[in-house]
């Protein structure tokens, strides 16, 4: 089959799980920052100024209107100019890895569709929450805390869960950055060992198996957090997300 | 260095080259888009089959080429297969050896796995009241389906299949891996030679939006037509002249872009 | 009682940090750090092997005259068009892969003397019999391979015009080798000492030869005694480029250079290395 001794191939399927561990950790990283960012700019951007709004929906156009891997490239090319511009000297000095290149755009990128989720979640909240909430003078950190988002998370878990595939998938992104992670030990280990089926297909079904793994944990997540709410249509509604 | 120094007199140059880059893009969006869906169907039915012998090879499909991303579906499609020294000697070379028709395979299978989930959703989400209904009145499994459940399905599946497009064209962006210049590598071209991070990847994302904004467009006036008889009749006052582009649907559009 | 020991003992802590942190600071004359660039795919020039690590002629060239400068050097692999703006980014102090001098490039870098000669040339399958000029090549679309960011591209672009041959592009030569031999290209046109080594002279090559002669990629008003590819360094390090090209001059007096690069090519890559030659 190849010419390669079985400790070559070990070698290679080595680097090929350093570089799994460099994709998880740049996944988790950008869904946690895409998300916090995500849940901030949809809080924020209900606001009645008009300015906001505004603001918003050039923001959403933009990021959801162009590929991801072009605000990959600029921010790994073009970061550093862009931090020496607002920062000055600051800025000069800091070197943008491919790692943080990604995050950055992923950030940029997802939050948008994160924010987008978390204001339809609550548009749908009764209005009678918020009343109520005022009513008994809880302030509104907490009630943002505790009353709205935790409900609002429930409404926007399906498309959570659509984000969080879809992100996973454009990981491979960052790899032509520059990142060692997974898809680029893979090519690698092809080109060097002339076997591209093997390990292209084996990170094929790396990625699959994960994602299968995760969408389990979100079912679990999504019955827990049904808990106490009678959801009658929820199997036509998910059937039609799919 | 100014901040964002975008060299207009760069960026009209390279012009030519983008536009050029674009025709590309477009091409290797819409054969797949058309290719996906025609795959989609017969995988969709046998999906929804009762029967597991047609189910689990369709979701099989469905399951691997979901989860696995396109960029290594393309290097699967352009590097695995060409090493396989039969294919070579083959027919099939014409395809395989041709970096286009690998990325026109990838993509089409891609979009098909895609697409038969879309259909899935959207058929399921027909009111099954509707289905008895007309097969009470005696019509036949396949008239219904064309008349009452696929155009239903159209309705309800449009914002998705509107998405998955979108998403779609977006994805394209990685073909130059596999050597084929579109929009994206063009820019990345301009970059390699000049050193100038800014311009050409700031215009091929212009074009990009554009491109995707004109596709959403149209969905959007698919959408209002699918929707024609729900729309409520203008009072004689406030009816815009028929033929004419109001000022109010042009607004209503543009709010349907951003 | 126990909230004053603890805080006690985060000021210890914290004091025994901070003097920490100082005197590294003030540590004496500790090695300069360098940070290098390095395409990693160019055979036999630059090569990963299975181990992750990365060798070939220019990396250990490398690693020697960082040794002889004095510096603690890192070097980093990465496409090579990504090299050169990631210098000019600053993300590099300097690119230990040769570099070929266009007059654009000049300008936007330090050219550190030539480490090797190494012209490019055209790989065709044995009796394609192709005319390589401009007018023998137009209306044939032919699929010619080239490297990303490298100087082959504007080459040709001027020589042989933007739409005569199909241009297809790729990162690294092993890419244009696979798709070489499976019949997906015409022609290739990179550098001379990578192909012979890397197809020609093995058996899979037996039905690849070179065509089209010598083509020097740099400034042509550079004169032949001159030319050679070079490392390259930030337009402000003057000094840095002044320390390298004293390295490397010893190194190739001395048959440091020709020894490293016997290991990994087996003809002469420079002219000034003859001396050392004579046992070859």
């Known amino acids: ?100 290149a990604g995050v950055a755009a992923f950030a940029a990128v997802y939050a948008a569709y994160i924010a987008e989720l978390v204001r339809g979640a609550i548009d749908n909240l009764p209005k009678g929450q918020f009343e109520g909430a005022r009513a008994l003078a809880i302030p509104p950190l907490v009630m943002w805390g505790k009353v709205i988002l935790p409900q609002a998370m429930r409404l926007a878990l399906p498309g959570l869960v659509n984000v969080w595939s879809f992100m996973l998938k454009e990981t491979p992104l960052v790899s032509l950055a520059g990142l060692q992670d997974l898809v680029a030990s893979a090519k690698i280990a092809a080109g060097a060992t002339k076997e591209p089926f093997l390990f292209f297909i084996a990170t094929a079904l790396v990625f699959i198996a994960f994602s299968a793994l995760t969408l389990r944990l979100a079912t679990v997540l999504e019955i827990r957090l049904d808990r106490g709410v009678r959801r009658p249509d929820a199997r036509a509604s998910a059937g039609a997300q799919a | 260095m100014s901040a964002l120094p975008v060299d207009l007199d760069l960026a009209w140059r390279s012009l030519p080259e983008l536009l050029a880059g674009l025709r590309v893009t477009v091409l290797i969006t819409v054969l797949p888009l058309m290719f996906g869906l025609a795959l989609a169907f017969p995988i969709c039915f046998a999906r929804m089959a009762e029967r597991r012998w047609q189910s689990l090879p369709a979701e099989i499909f469905v399951v691997f080429f979901r989860g696995a991303p396109l960029l290594i579906l393309l290097y699967v499609v352009y590097y695995g297969f060409g090493q396989i020294a039969l294919l070579r000697e083959g027919p099939l070379w014409l395809l395989f050896g041709s970096p286009f028709g690998c990325v026109i395979v990838a993509l089409t299978l891609n979009h098909a796995a895609y697409m038969t989930e879309v259909l899935r959703g959207s058929l399921l989400a027909v009111p099954s009241g509707i289905v008895e209904a007309s097969e009470a009145l005696g019509i036949s499994r396949r008239h219904i389906f064309i008349w009452v459940k696929m155009p239903l399905a159209i309705r309800y599946g449009l914002k998705a299949y509107q998405n998955e497009v979108v998403s779609f064209v977006k994805g394209t962006a990685i073909v130059s891996v596999v050597t084929i210049t579109d929009l994206t590598a063009v820019a990345n071209g301009i970059f390699e030679q000049t050193y100038d991070p ?61 | 009682m126990t909230t004053l020991t603890l805080r006690h003992r985060l000021r210890r802590t914290s004091a025994v940090l901070v003097m920490l942190t100082l005197g590294a600071g003030l540590s004496p004359a500790s090695a300069e750090k360098l940070k290098l660039g390095n395409e990693g795919v160019y055979p036999p020039f630059s090569m990963v092997d299975s181990a992750g690590k990365l060798t070939g002629m220019e ?200 020894k490293i690069r016997k290991q990994y090519v087996p003809v002469a890559t420079l002219s000034s290395e003859a001396a050392c030659d004579k046992t070859n």
């Open chain 1, 1 to 100: 089959m190849t010419n390669l001794s079985p400790a070559e191939i070990a070698g290679y399927l080595r680097q090929l799980g350093e570089g799994a561990l460099v994709t998880l950790e740049l996944f988790l990283t950008s869904f946690a920052a895409a998300f916090v960012l995500g849940v901030l700019i949809g809080v924020v951007t209900l606001s009645r100024s008009r300015i906001i709004r505004a603001v918003w929906r050039v923001y959403a156009s933009i990021f959801m209107g162009v590929p991801s891997l072009l605000v990959i490239f600029l921010i790994y090319y073009g970061g550093s100019a862009m931090l020496s511009a607002v920062l000055g000297e600051l800025g000069a000095g800091v070197d943008i890895s491919p790692f943080g």
């Open chain 2, 198 to 258: 800014f311009t050409p990847i700031l215009c091929a994302a212009a074009l990009y939006w554009a491109f995707i904004n004109l596709l959403r467009i149209g969905f959007e006036l698919w959408g209002r037509w699918l929707a024609r008889h729900q729309r409520e009749e203008d009072s004689p006052r406030t009816a815009e002249a028929p033929g004419r582009f109001g000022l109010r649907r042009l607004s209503r559009l543009a709010k349907a872009m951003l």
């Open chain 3, 59 to 258: 990396p250990e060239l490398a690693r020697e005259m960082c040794k002889r400068i004095g510096a603690d050097c890192e070097i980093v692999v990465m496409d090579f068009k990504a090299l050169i703006p990631s210098m000019l980014q600053g993300k590099f102090d300097g690119i230990v892969t040769q570099i070929s001098p266009t007059p654009e490039r000049v300008e936007k870098a330090l050219f550190a003397m030539p480490i090797v000669y190494n012209p490019a040339t055209f790989v065709v399958k044995k009796g394609s019999n192709y005319t390589l000029t401009k007018e023998g090549v137009t209306g044939k679309g032919l699929r010619i391979a080239l490297q990303r960011g490298a100087s082959m591209v504007p080459y040709i672009h001027k020589h042989f015009g933007k739409d005569t041959f199909v241009e297809v592009y790729y990162d690294n030569p092993d890419q244009m080798k696979l798709d070489l031999l499976a019949g997906r290209l015409d022609l290739v046109f990179d550098s001379k000492i990578n192909w012979t080594l890397e197809l020609i002279a093995k058996p899979e090559g037996k039905d690849y030869e070179l065509a089209g002669g010598d083509h020097w990629l740099g400034d042509p008003a550079i004169p032949e005694a001159e030319r050679g590819y070079s490392w390259i360094f930030p337009k402000k390090s003057e000094e840095l480029v002044k320390r390298v090209n004293a390295a490397l001059t010893e190194m190739i007096k001395d048959c440091t250079y020709t």
